[in-house]
């Protein structure tokens, strides 16, 4: 024992051998330091859910969304992407309390940390209750809830537009109801989608284009009831403006009588089930012919009741003392009537007669001033005129033209040109200006122009 003892050595001896070596230096870059925090993280903390007032929201033109969550005593940074956002059923604004779940990442250019958000819905209020009511707001602050611009139903529809699914019982109630209310009702029913992804859109473009059938006087647009989530396509922006702007009358008929749906609000009528809207469309054939049957009862003792009023009236007027002797002033009236209707008929005979007579004159008159018979003899005088002056003026042209043979005859004779034309020629000198008649009166070397029956020469003095 003493030996093992004093074998061991020193406690000091034992520490110092112990002792665990340096550590290693490792110099981090920012980015390596940046992911090995990011892997921590989102190693650390998987799907987070996070309660926070949302403040700083906007949306980019990316469609991306960035916001920061925060409470009294801390906050972070938000993200949420364009394929989350378009799942939203509520609009975010600045001072709504959330409840955000996602995953924590770290943003490597800024060396921040935040929450990619997958998922937001109001805190302490459903997210498809939040969205109704702010759609609510919204469309009851542009008047289309307004009882102003509610259209009243038609009596008797002829067309009936229908909106619903071909699958669902909707569509059979309100078949069955009106068929046996108004068999005659033309029905045309534009089948859509009620429910789902897209439903929205679809029933938009069923009341549009049922809307576009010519003759349609009312539509119903409707389905049977369920969750809130299946009657959701019935709270969409775009199927409340569509019935708006529906030009008929249009009965929403959407879930029970315990749902409500903008749809609801907006349209002309609502109705609690689709049963009931076809019942207040069309209002039941013996009903309506009893009604008529009716209105004419009371308009036949309404026009008997009249008759009776006003021959009462008469028969008191009768009795009255000067109303008593009307026949005989009447008939006094009827003779003084009838001698005026023959006298002015033996005035008007006269003053026609006399008129005819003053007629026949003037056309007696008119006849003997006749331009026609004026313009025959005019123009026969005129005939025999232009005759004779034609024959005078013949033979003023004839002894025009014999006197022209004589004098162009003598004139002929008398002409240089004959000379010429018998061989004989005219001297000139070199200007032109002056016949030369003798020799003396040119010297050699002078030019002078000797002109001939046909032409003239020009020629140049050698010697006289």
């Known amino acids: 024992m003493p ?65 920061t969550l925060k409470d009294g005593g801390a906050q972070i940074k938000a993200v949420m992407f364009r394929s989350a956002v378009r799942y939203l059923k509520f609009k975010t604004e600045d001072g709504q309390v959330v409840i955000a779940r996602g995953r924590l990442g770290v943003y490597d250019p800024k060396g921040e940390y935040q929450i990619v958000c997958e998922h937001l819905e109001p805190q302490g209020l459903g997210a498809l209750q939040l969205a109704f009511e702010q759609l609510k707001k919204r469309l009851r602050a542009e008047g289309l809830f307004d009882q102003a611009r509610k259209r009243p139903l038609p009596s008797l529809p002829r067309k009936i537009g229908i909106v619903t699914s071909l699958d669902g019982a909707a569509i059979r109630d309100i078949i069955q109801v009106l068929r046996r209310r108004h068999p005659n009702a033309h029905l045309v029913i534009r089948p859509t989608r009620v429910q789902g992804e897209g439903a929205a859109e679809d029933v938009a473009r069923a009341l549009r284009a049922i809307a576009k059938v010519p003759g349609v006087d009312v539509v119903i647009a409707g389905r049977g009831g369920g969750s809130i989530e299946d009657l959701w396509a019935f709270n969409e922006e775009v199927v409340a403006r569509a019935i708006a702007a529906c030009p008929v009358p249009v009965v929403s008929a959407v879930g029970h009588e315990v749902d409500f749906t ?90 026609v007669a006399r008129r005819e007579r003053a007629h026949r004159a003037w056309h007696v008159r008119l006849e003997a001033r006749d331009l026609r018979r004026r313009l025959a003899g005019i123009r026969g005088r005129l005939g025999s005129a232009d005759a004779r002056m034609g024959s005078a003026a013949e033979r003023a042209r004839h002894r025009a033209q014999s006197r022209f043979g004589a004098t162009a005859a003598r004139l002929e004779s008398l002409s240089p040109l004959a000379v010429l034309g018998r061989g004989y020629a005219v001297c000139w000198n070199e200007r032109r200006t002056a016949i030369i008649r003798s020799a003396a009166s040119v010297a050699p070397n002078d030019r002078v122009q000797v002109t001939l029956h046909d032409g003239e020469i020009r020629c140049i003095v050698e010697e006289t």
Not at 37 to 63: A, K
Not at 286 to 305: G, N, P, V, W
């Open 3 to 67: 030996s093992d003892l004093f074998s061991l050595p020193f406690d000091e001896d034992r520490t110092r051998q112990a002792a665990p070596p340096p550590p290693e230096r490792r110099v981090f870059t920012v980015t390596e330091l940046t992911a090995a925090i990011r892997g921590l993280l989102e190693t650390s903390f998987g799907d987070v859910w996070v309660e926070g007032e949302i403040s700083n929201c906007r949306v980019w033109n990316t469609g991306h969304m960035y916001f």
């Open 262 to 351: 903008i749809a609801d609000f907006v349209a002309d009528l609502r109705a609690p089930t689709p049963s009931a809207a076809a019942e207040m469309v069309v209002t039941a054939k013996d009903d309506f012919c009893s009604r008529i049957d009716r209105l004419s009862q009371r308009l036949h003792a309404t026009a008997r009741a009249g008759v009776q009023r006003r021959r009462a009236l008469v028969h008191t007027l009768a009795t009255r003392r000067g109303v008593a002797s009307w026949q005989a002033r009447l008939a006094m009236r009827g003779r003084h009537a009838a001698e005026l209707t023959h006298t002015l008929r033996r005035v008007a005979t006269a003053l």
